[in-house]
Nanobody, 122 residues
Framework: QVQLVESGGGLVQAGGSLILSCIPS????????MGWFRRAPGKEREVIAT????????YYADSVKGRFTISRDNAKNTVYLQMNSLKPEDTAVYYC???????????????WGQGTQVTVSS
């Protein structure tokens, strides 16, 4: 059974950095556009960054533009999210998934993973 596995979250002070990783266990990323999403307490899950399979085209939500960088290593079957200059409002559970347009397409990998918690203290 395919499962998306996110890791790299943790507790960090404002201004700090984290690198998140996402690996789909049980299959490859193929040529799917991938994205990172987050769900903050009391809010709906939102897309924050996407990347095409070549890595040539990326998208960032305004809230993270200039601070976060999405990348992928297809040989390692991994998608990354480099997060710099973290703010308390970045506190959320972070997920990855396949994307169609700028919408999550969880049918491709079967579902959502468990996500990884990022907590930014002020």
């Amino acid at each position: 059974q395919v499962q998306l596995v996110e890791s790299g979250g943790g507790l960090v002070q404002a201004g700090g950095s984290l690198i998140l990783s996402c690996i789909p266990s049980g299959r490859t990323l193929d040529t799917h556009t991938m994205g990172w999403f987050r769900r903050a307490p009391g809010k709906e899950r939102e897309v924050i960054a996407t990347i095409t399979w070549t890595g040539l085209i990326t998208y960032y939500a305004d809230s993270v533009k200039g601070r976060f960088t999405i990348s992928r290593d297809n040989a390692k079957n991994t998608v990354y999210l480099q997060m710099n200059s973290l703010k308390p409002e970045d506190t959320a559970v972070y997920y990855c998934n396949a994307v169609t347009g700028r919408q999550a397409n969880p049918a491709i990998f079967g579902s959502w993973g468990q996500g990884t918690q990022v907590t930014v203290s002020s």
